[in-house]
Structures are given as C-alpha cells and as structure tokens.
C-alpha cells in the first residue's frame, strides 16, 4: 500500500472527541434532486445512504 492509501485510511480524530473511521469526506454539492420548492427528497436519502455504505468517513451537507 503506498504511503498516501496508508494516511487515507487511518482514523481522524477530531477535536470534539468523535473519531472519523478513515481521511475520505465528500462536500455537499449541487445534485440537482431538491423539488421544486428547494427541499430534499427520497432520492436525498437514497443516494448519502449509498454514500455512507461506500465507506466515506465524513458527509458534509
């Protein structure tokens, strides 16, 4: 494993006490599913769910 695999999936210990499982986060971002209105949808739920099952140790919405 190369250096950099090795630092992405070591734990972050975070200054609040929490601890992230591994470095890998992914931003919120413009998806486009919100309904008309601006709110989030089934498909909202859906897709971060998948997001967290992939291992990603930080959603940020």
């Given at each position: 494993?190369?250096p950099?695999?090795?630092?992405?999936?070591?734990?972050?210990?975070?200054?609040?006490?929490?601890?992230?499982?591994?470095?890998?986060?992914?931003?919120?971002?413009?998806?486009?599913?919100?309904?008309?209105?601006?709110?989030?949808?089934?498909?909202?739920?859906?897709?971060?769910?998948?997001w967290?099952?992939?291992?990603?140790?930080?959603?940020?919405?």
């Open positions: 494993m190369t950099t695999a090795i630092q992405l999936n070591t734990p972050l210990p975070l200054p609040c006490g929490a601890t992230l499982p591994n470095r890998l986060g992914k931003s919120a971002m413009t998806e486009g599913c919100a309904d008309a209105q601006g709110r989030a949808t089934e498909y909202h739920e859906r897709v971060y769910r998948l967290g099952q992939g291992g990603t140790g930080l959603l940020m919405t």
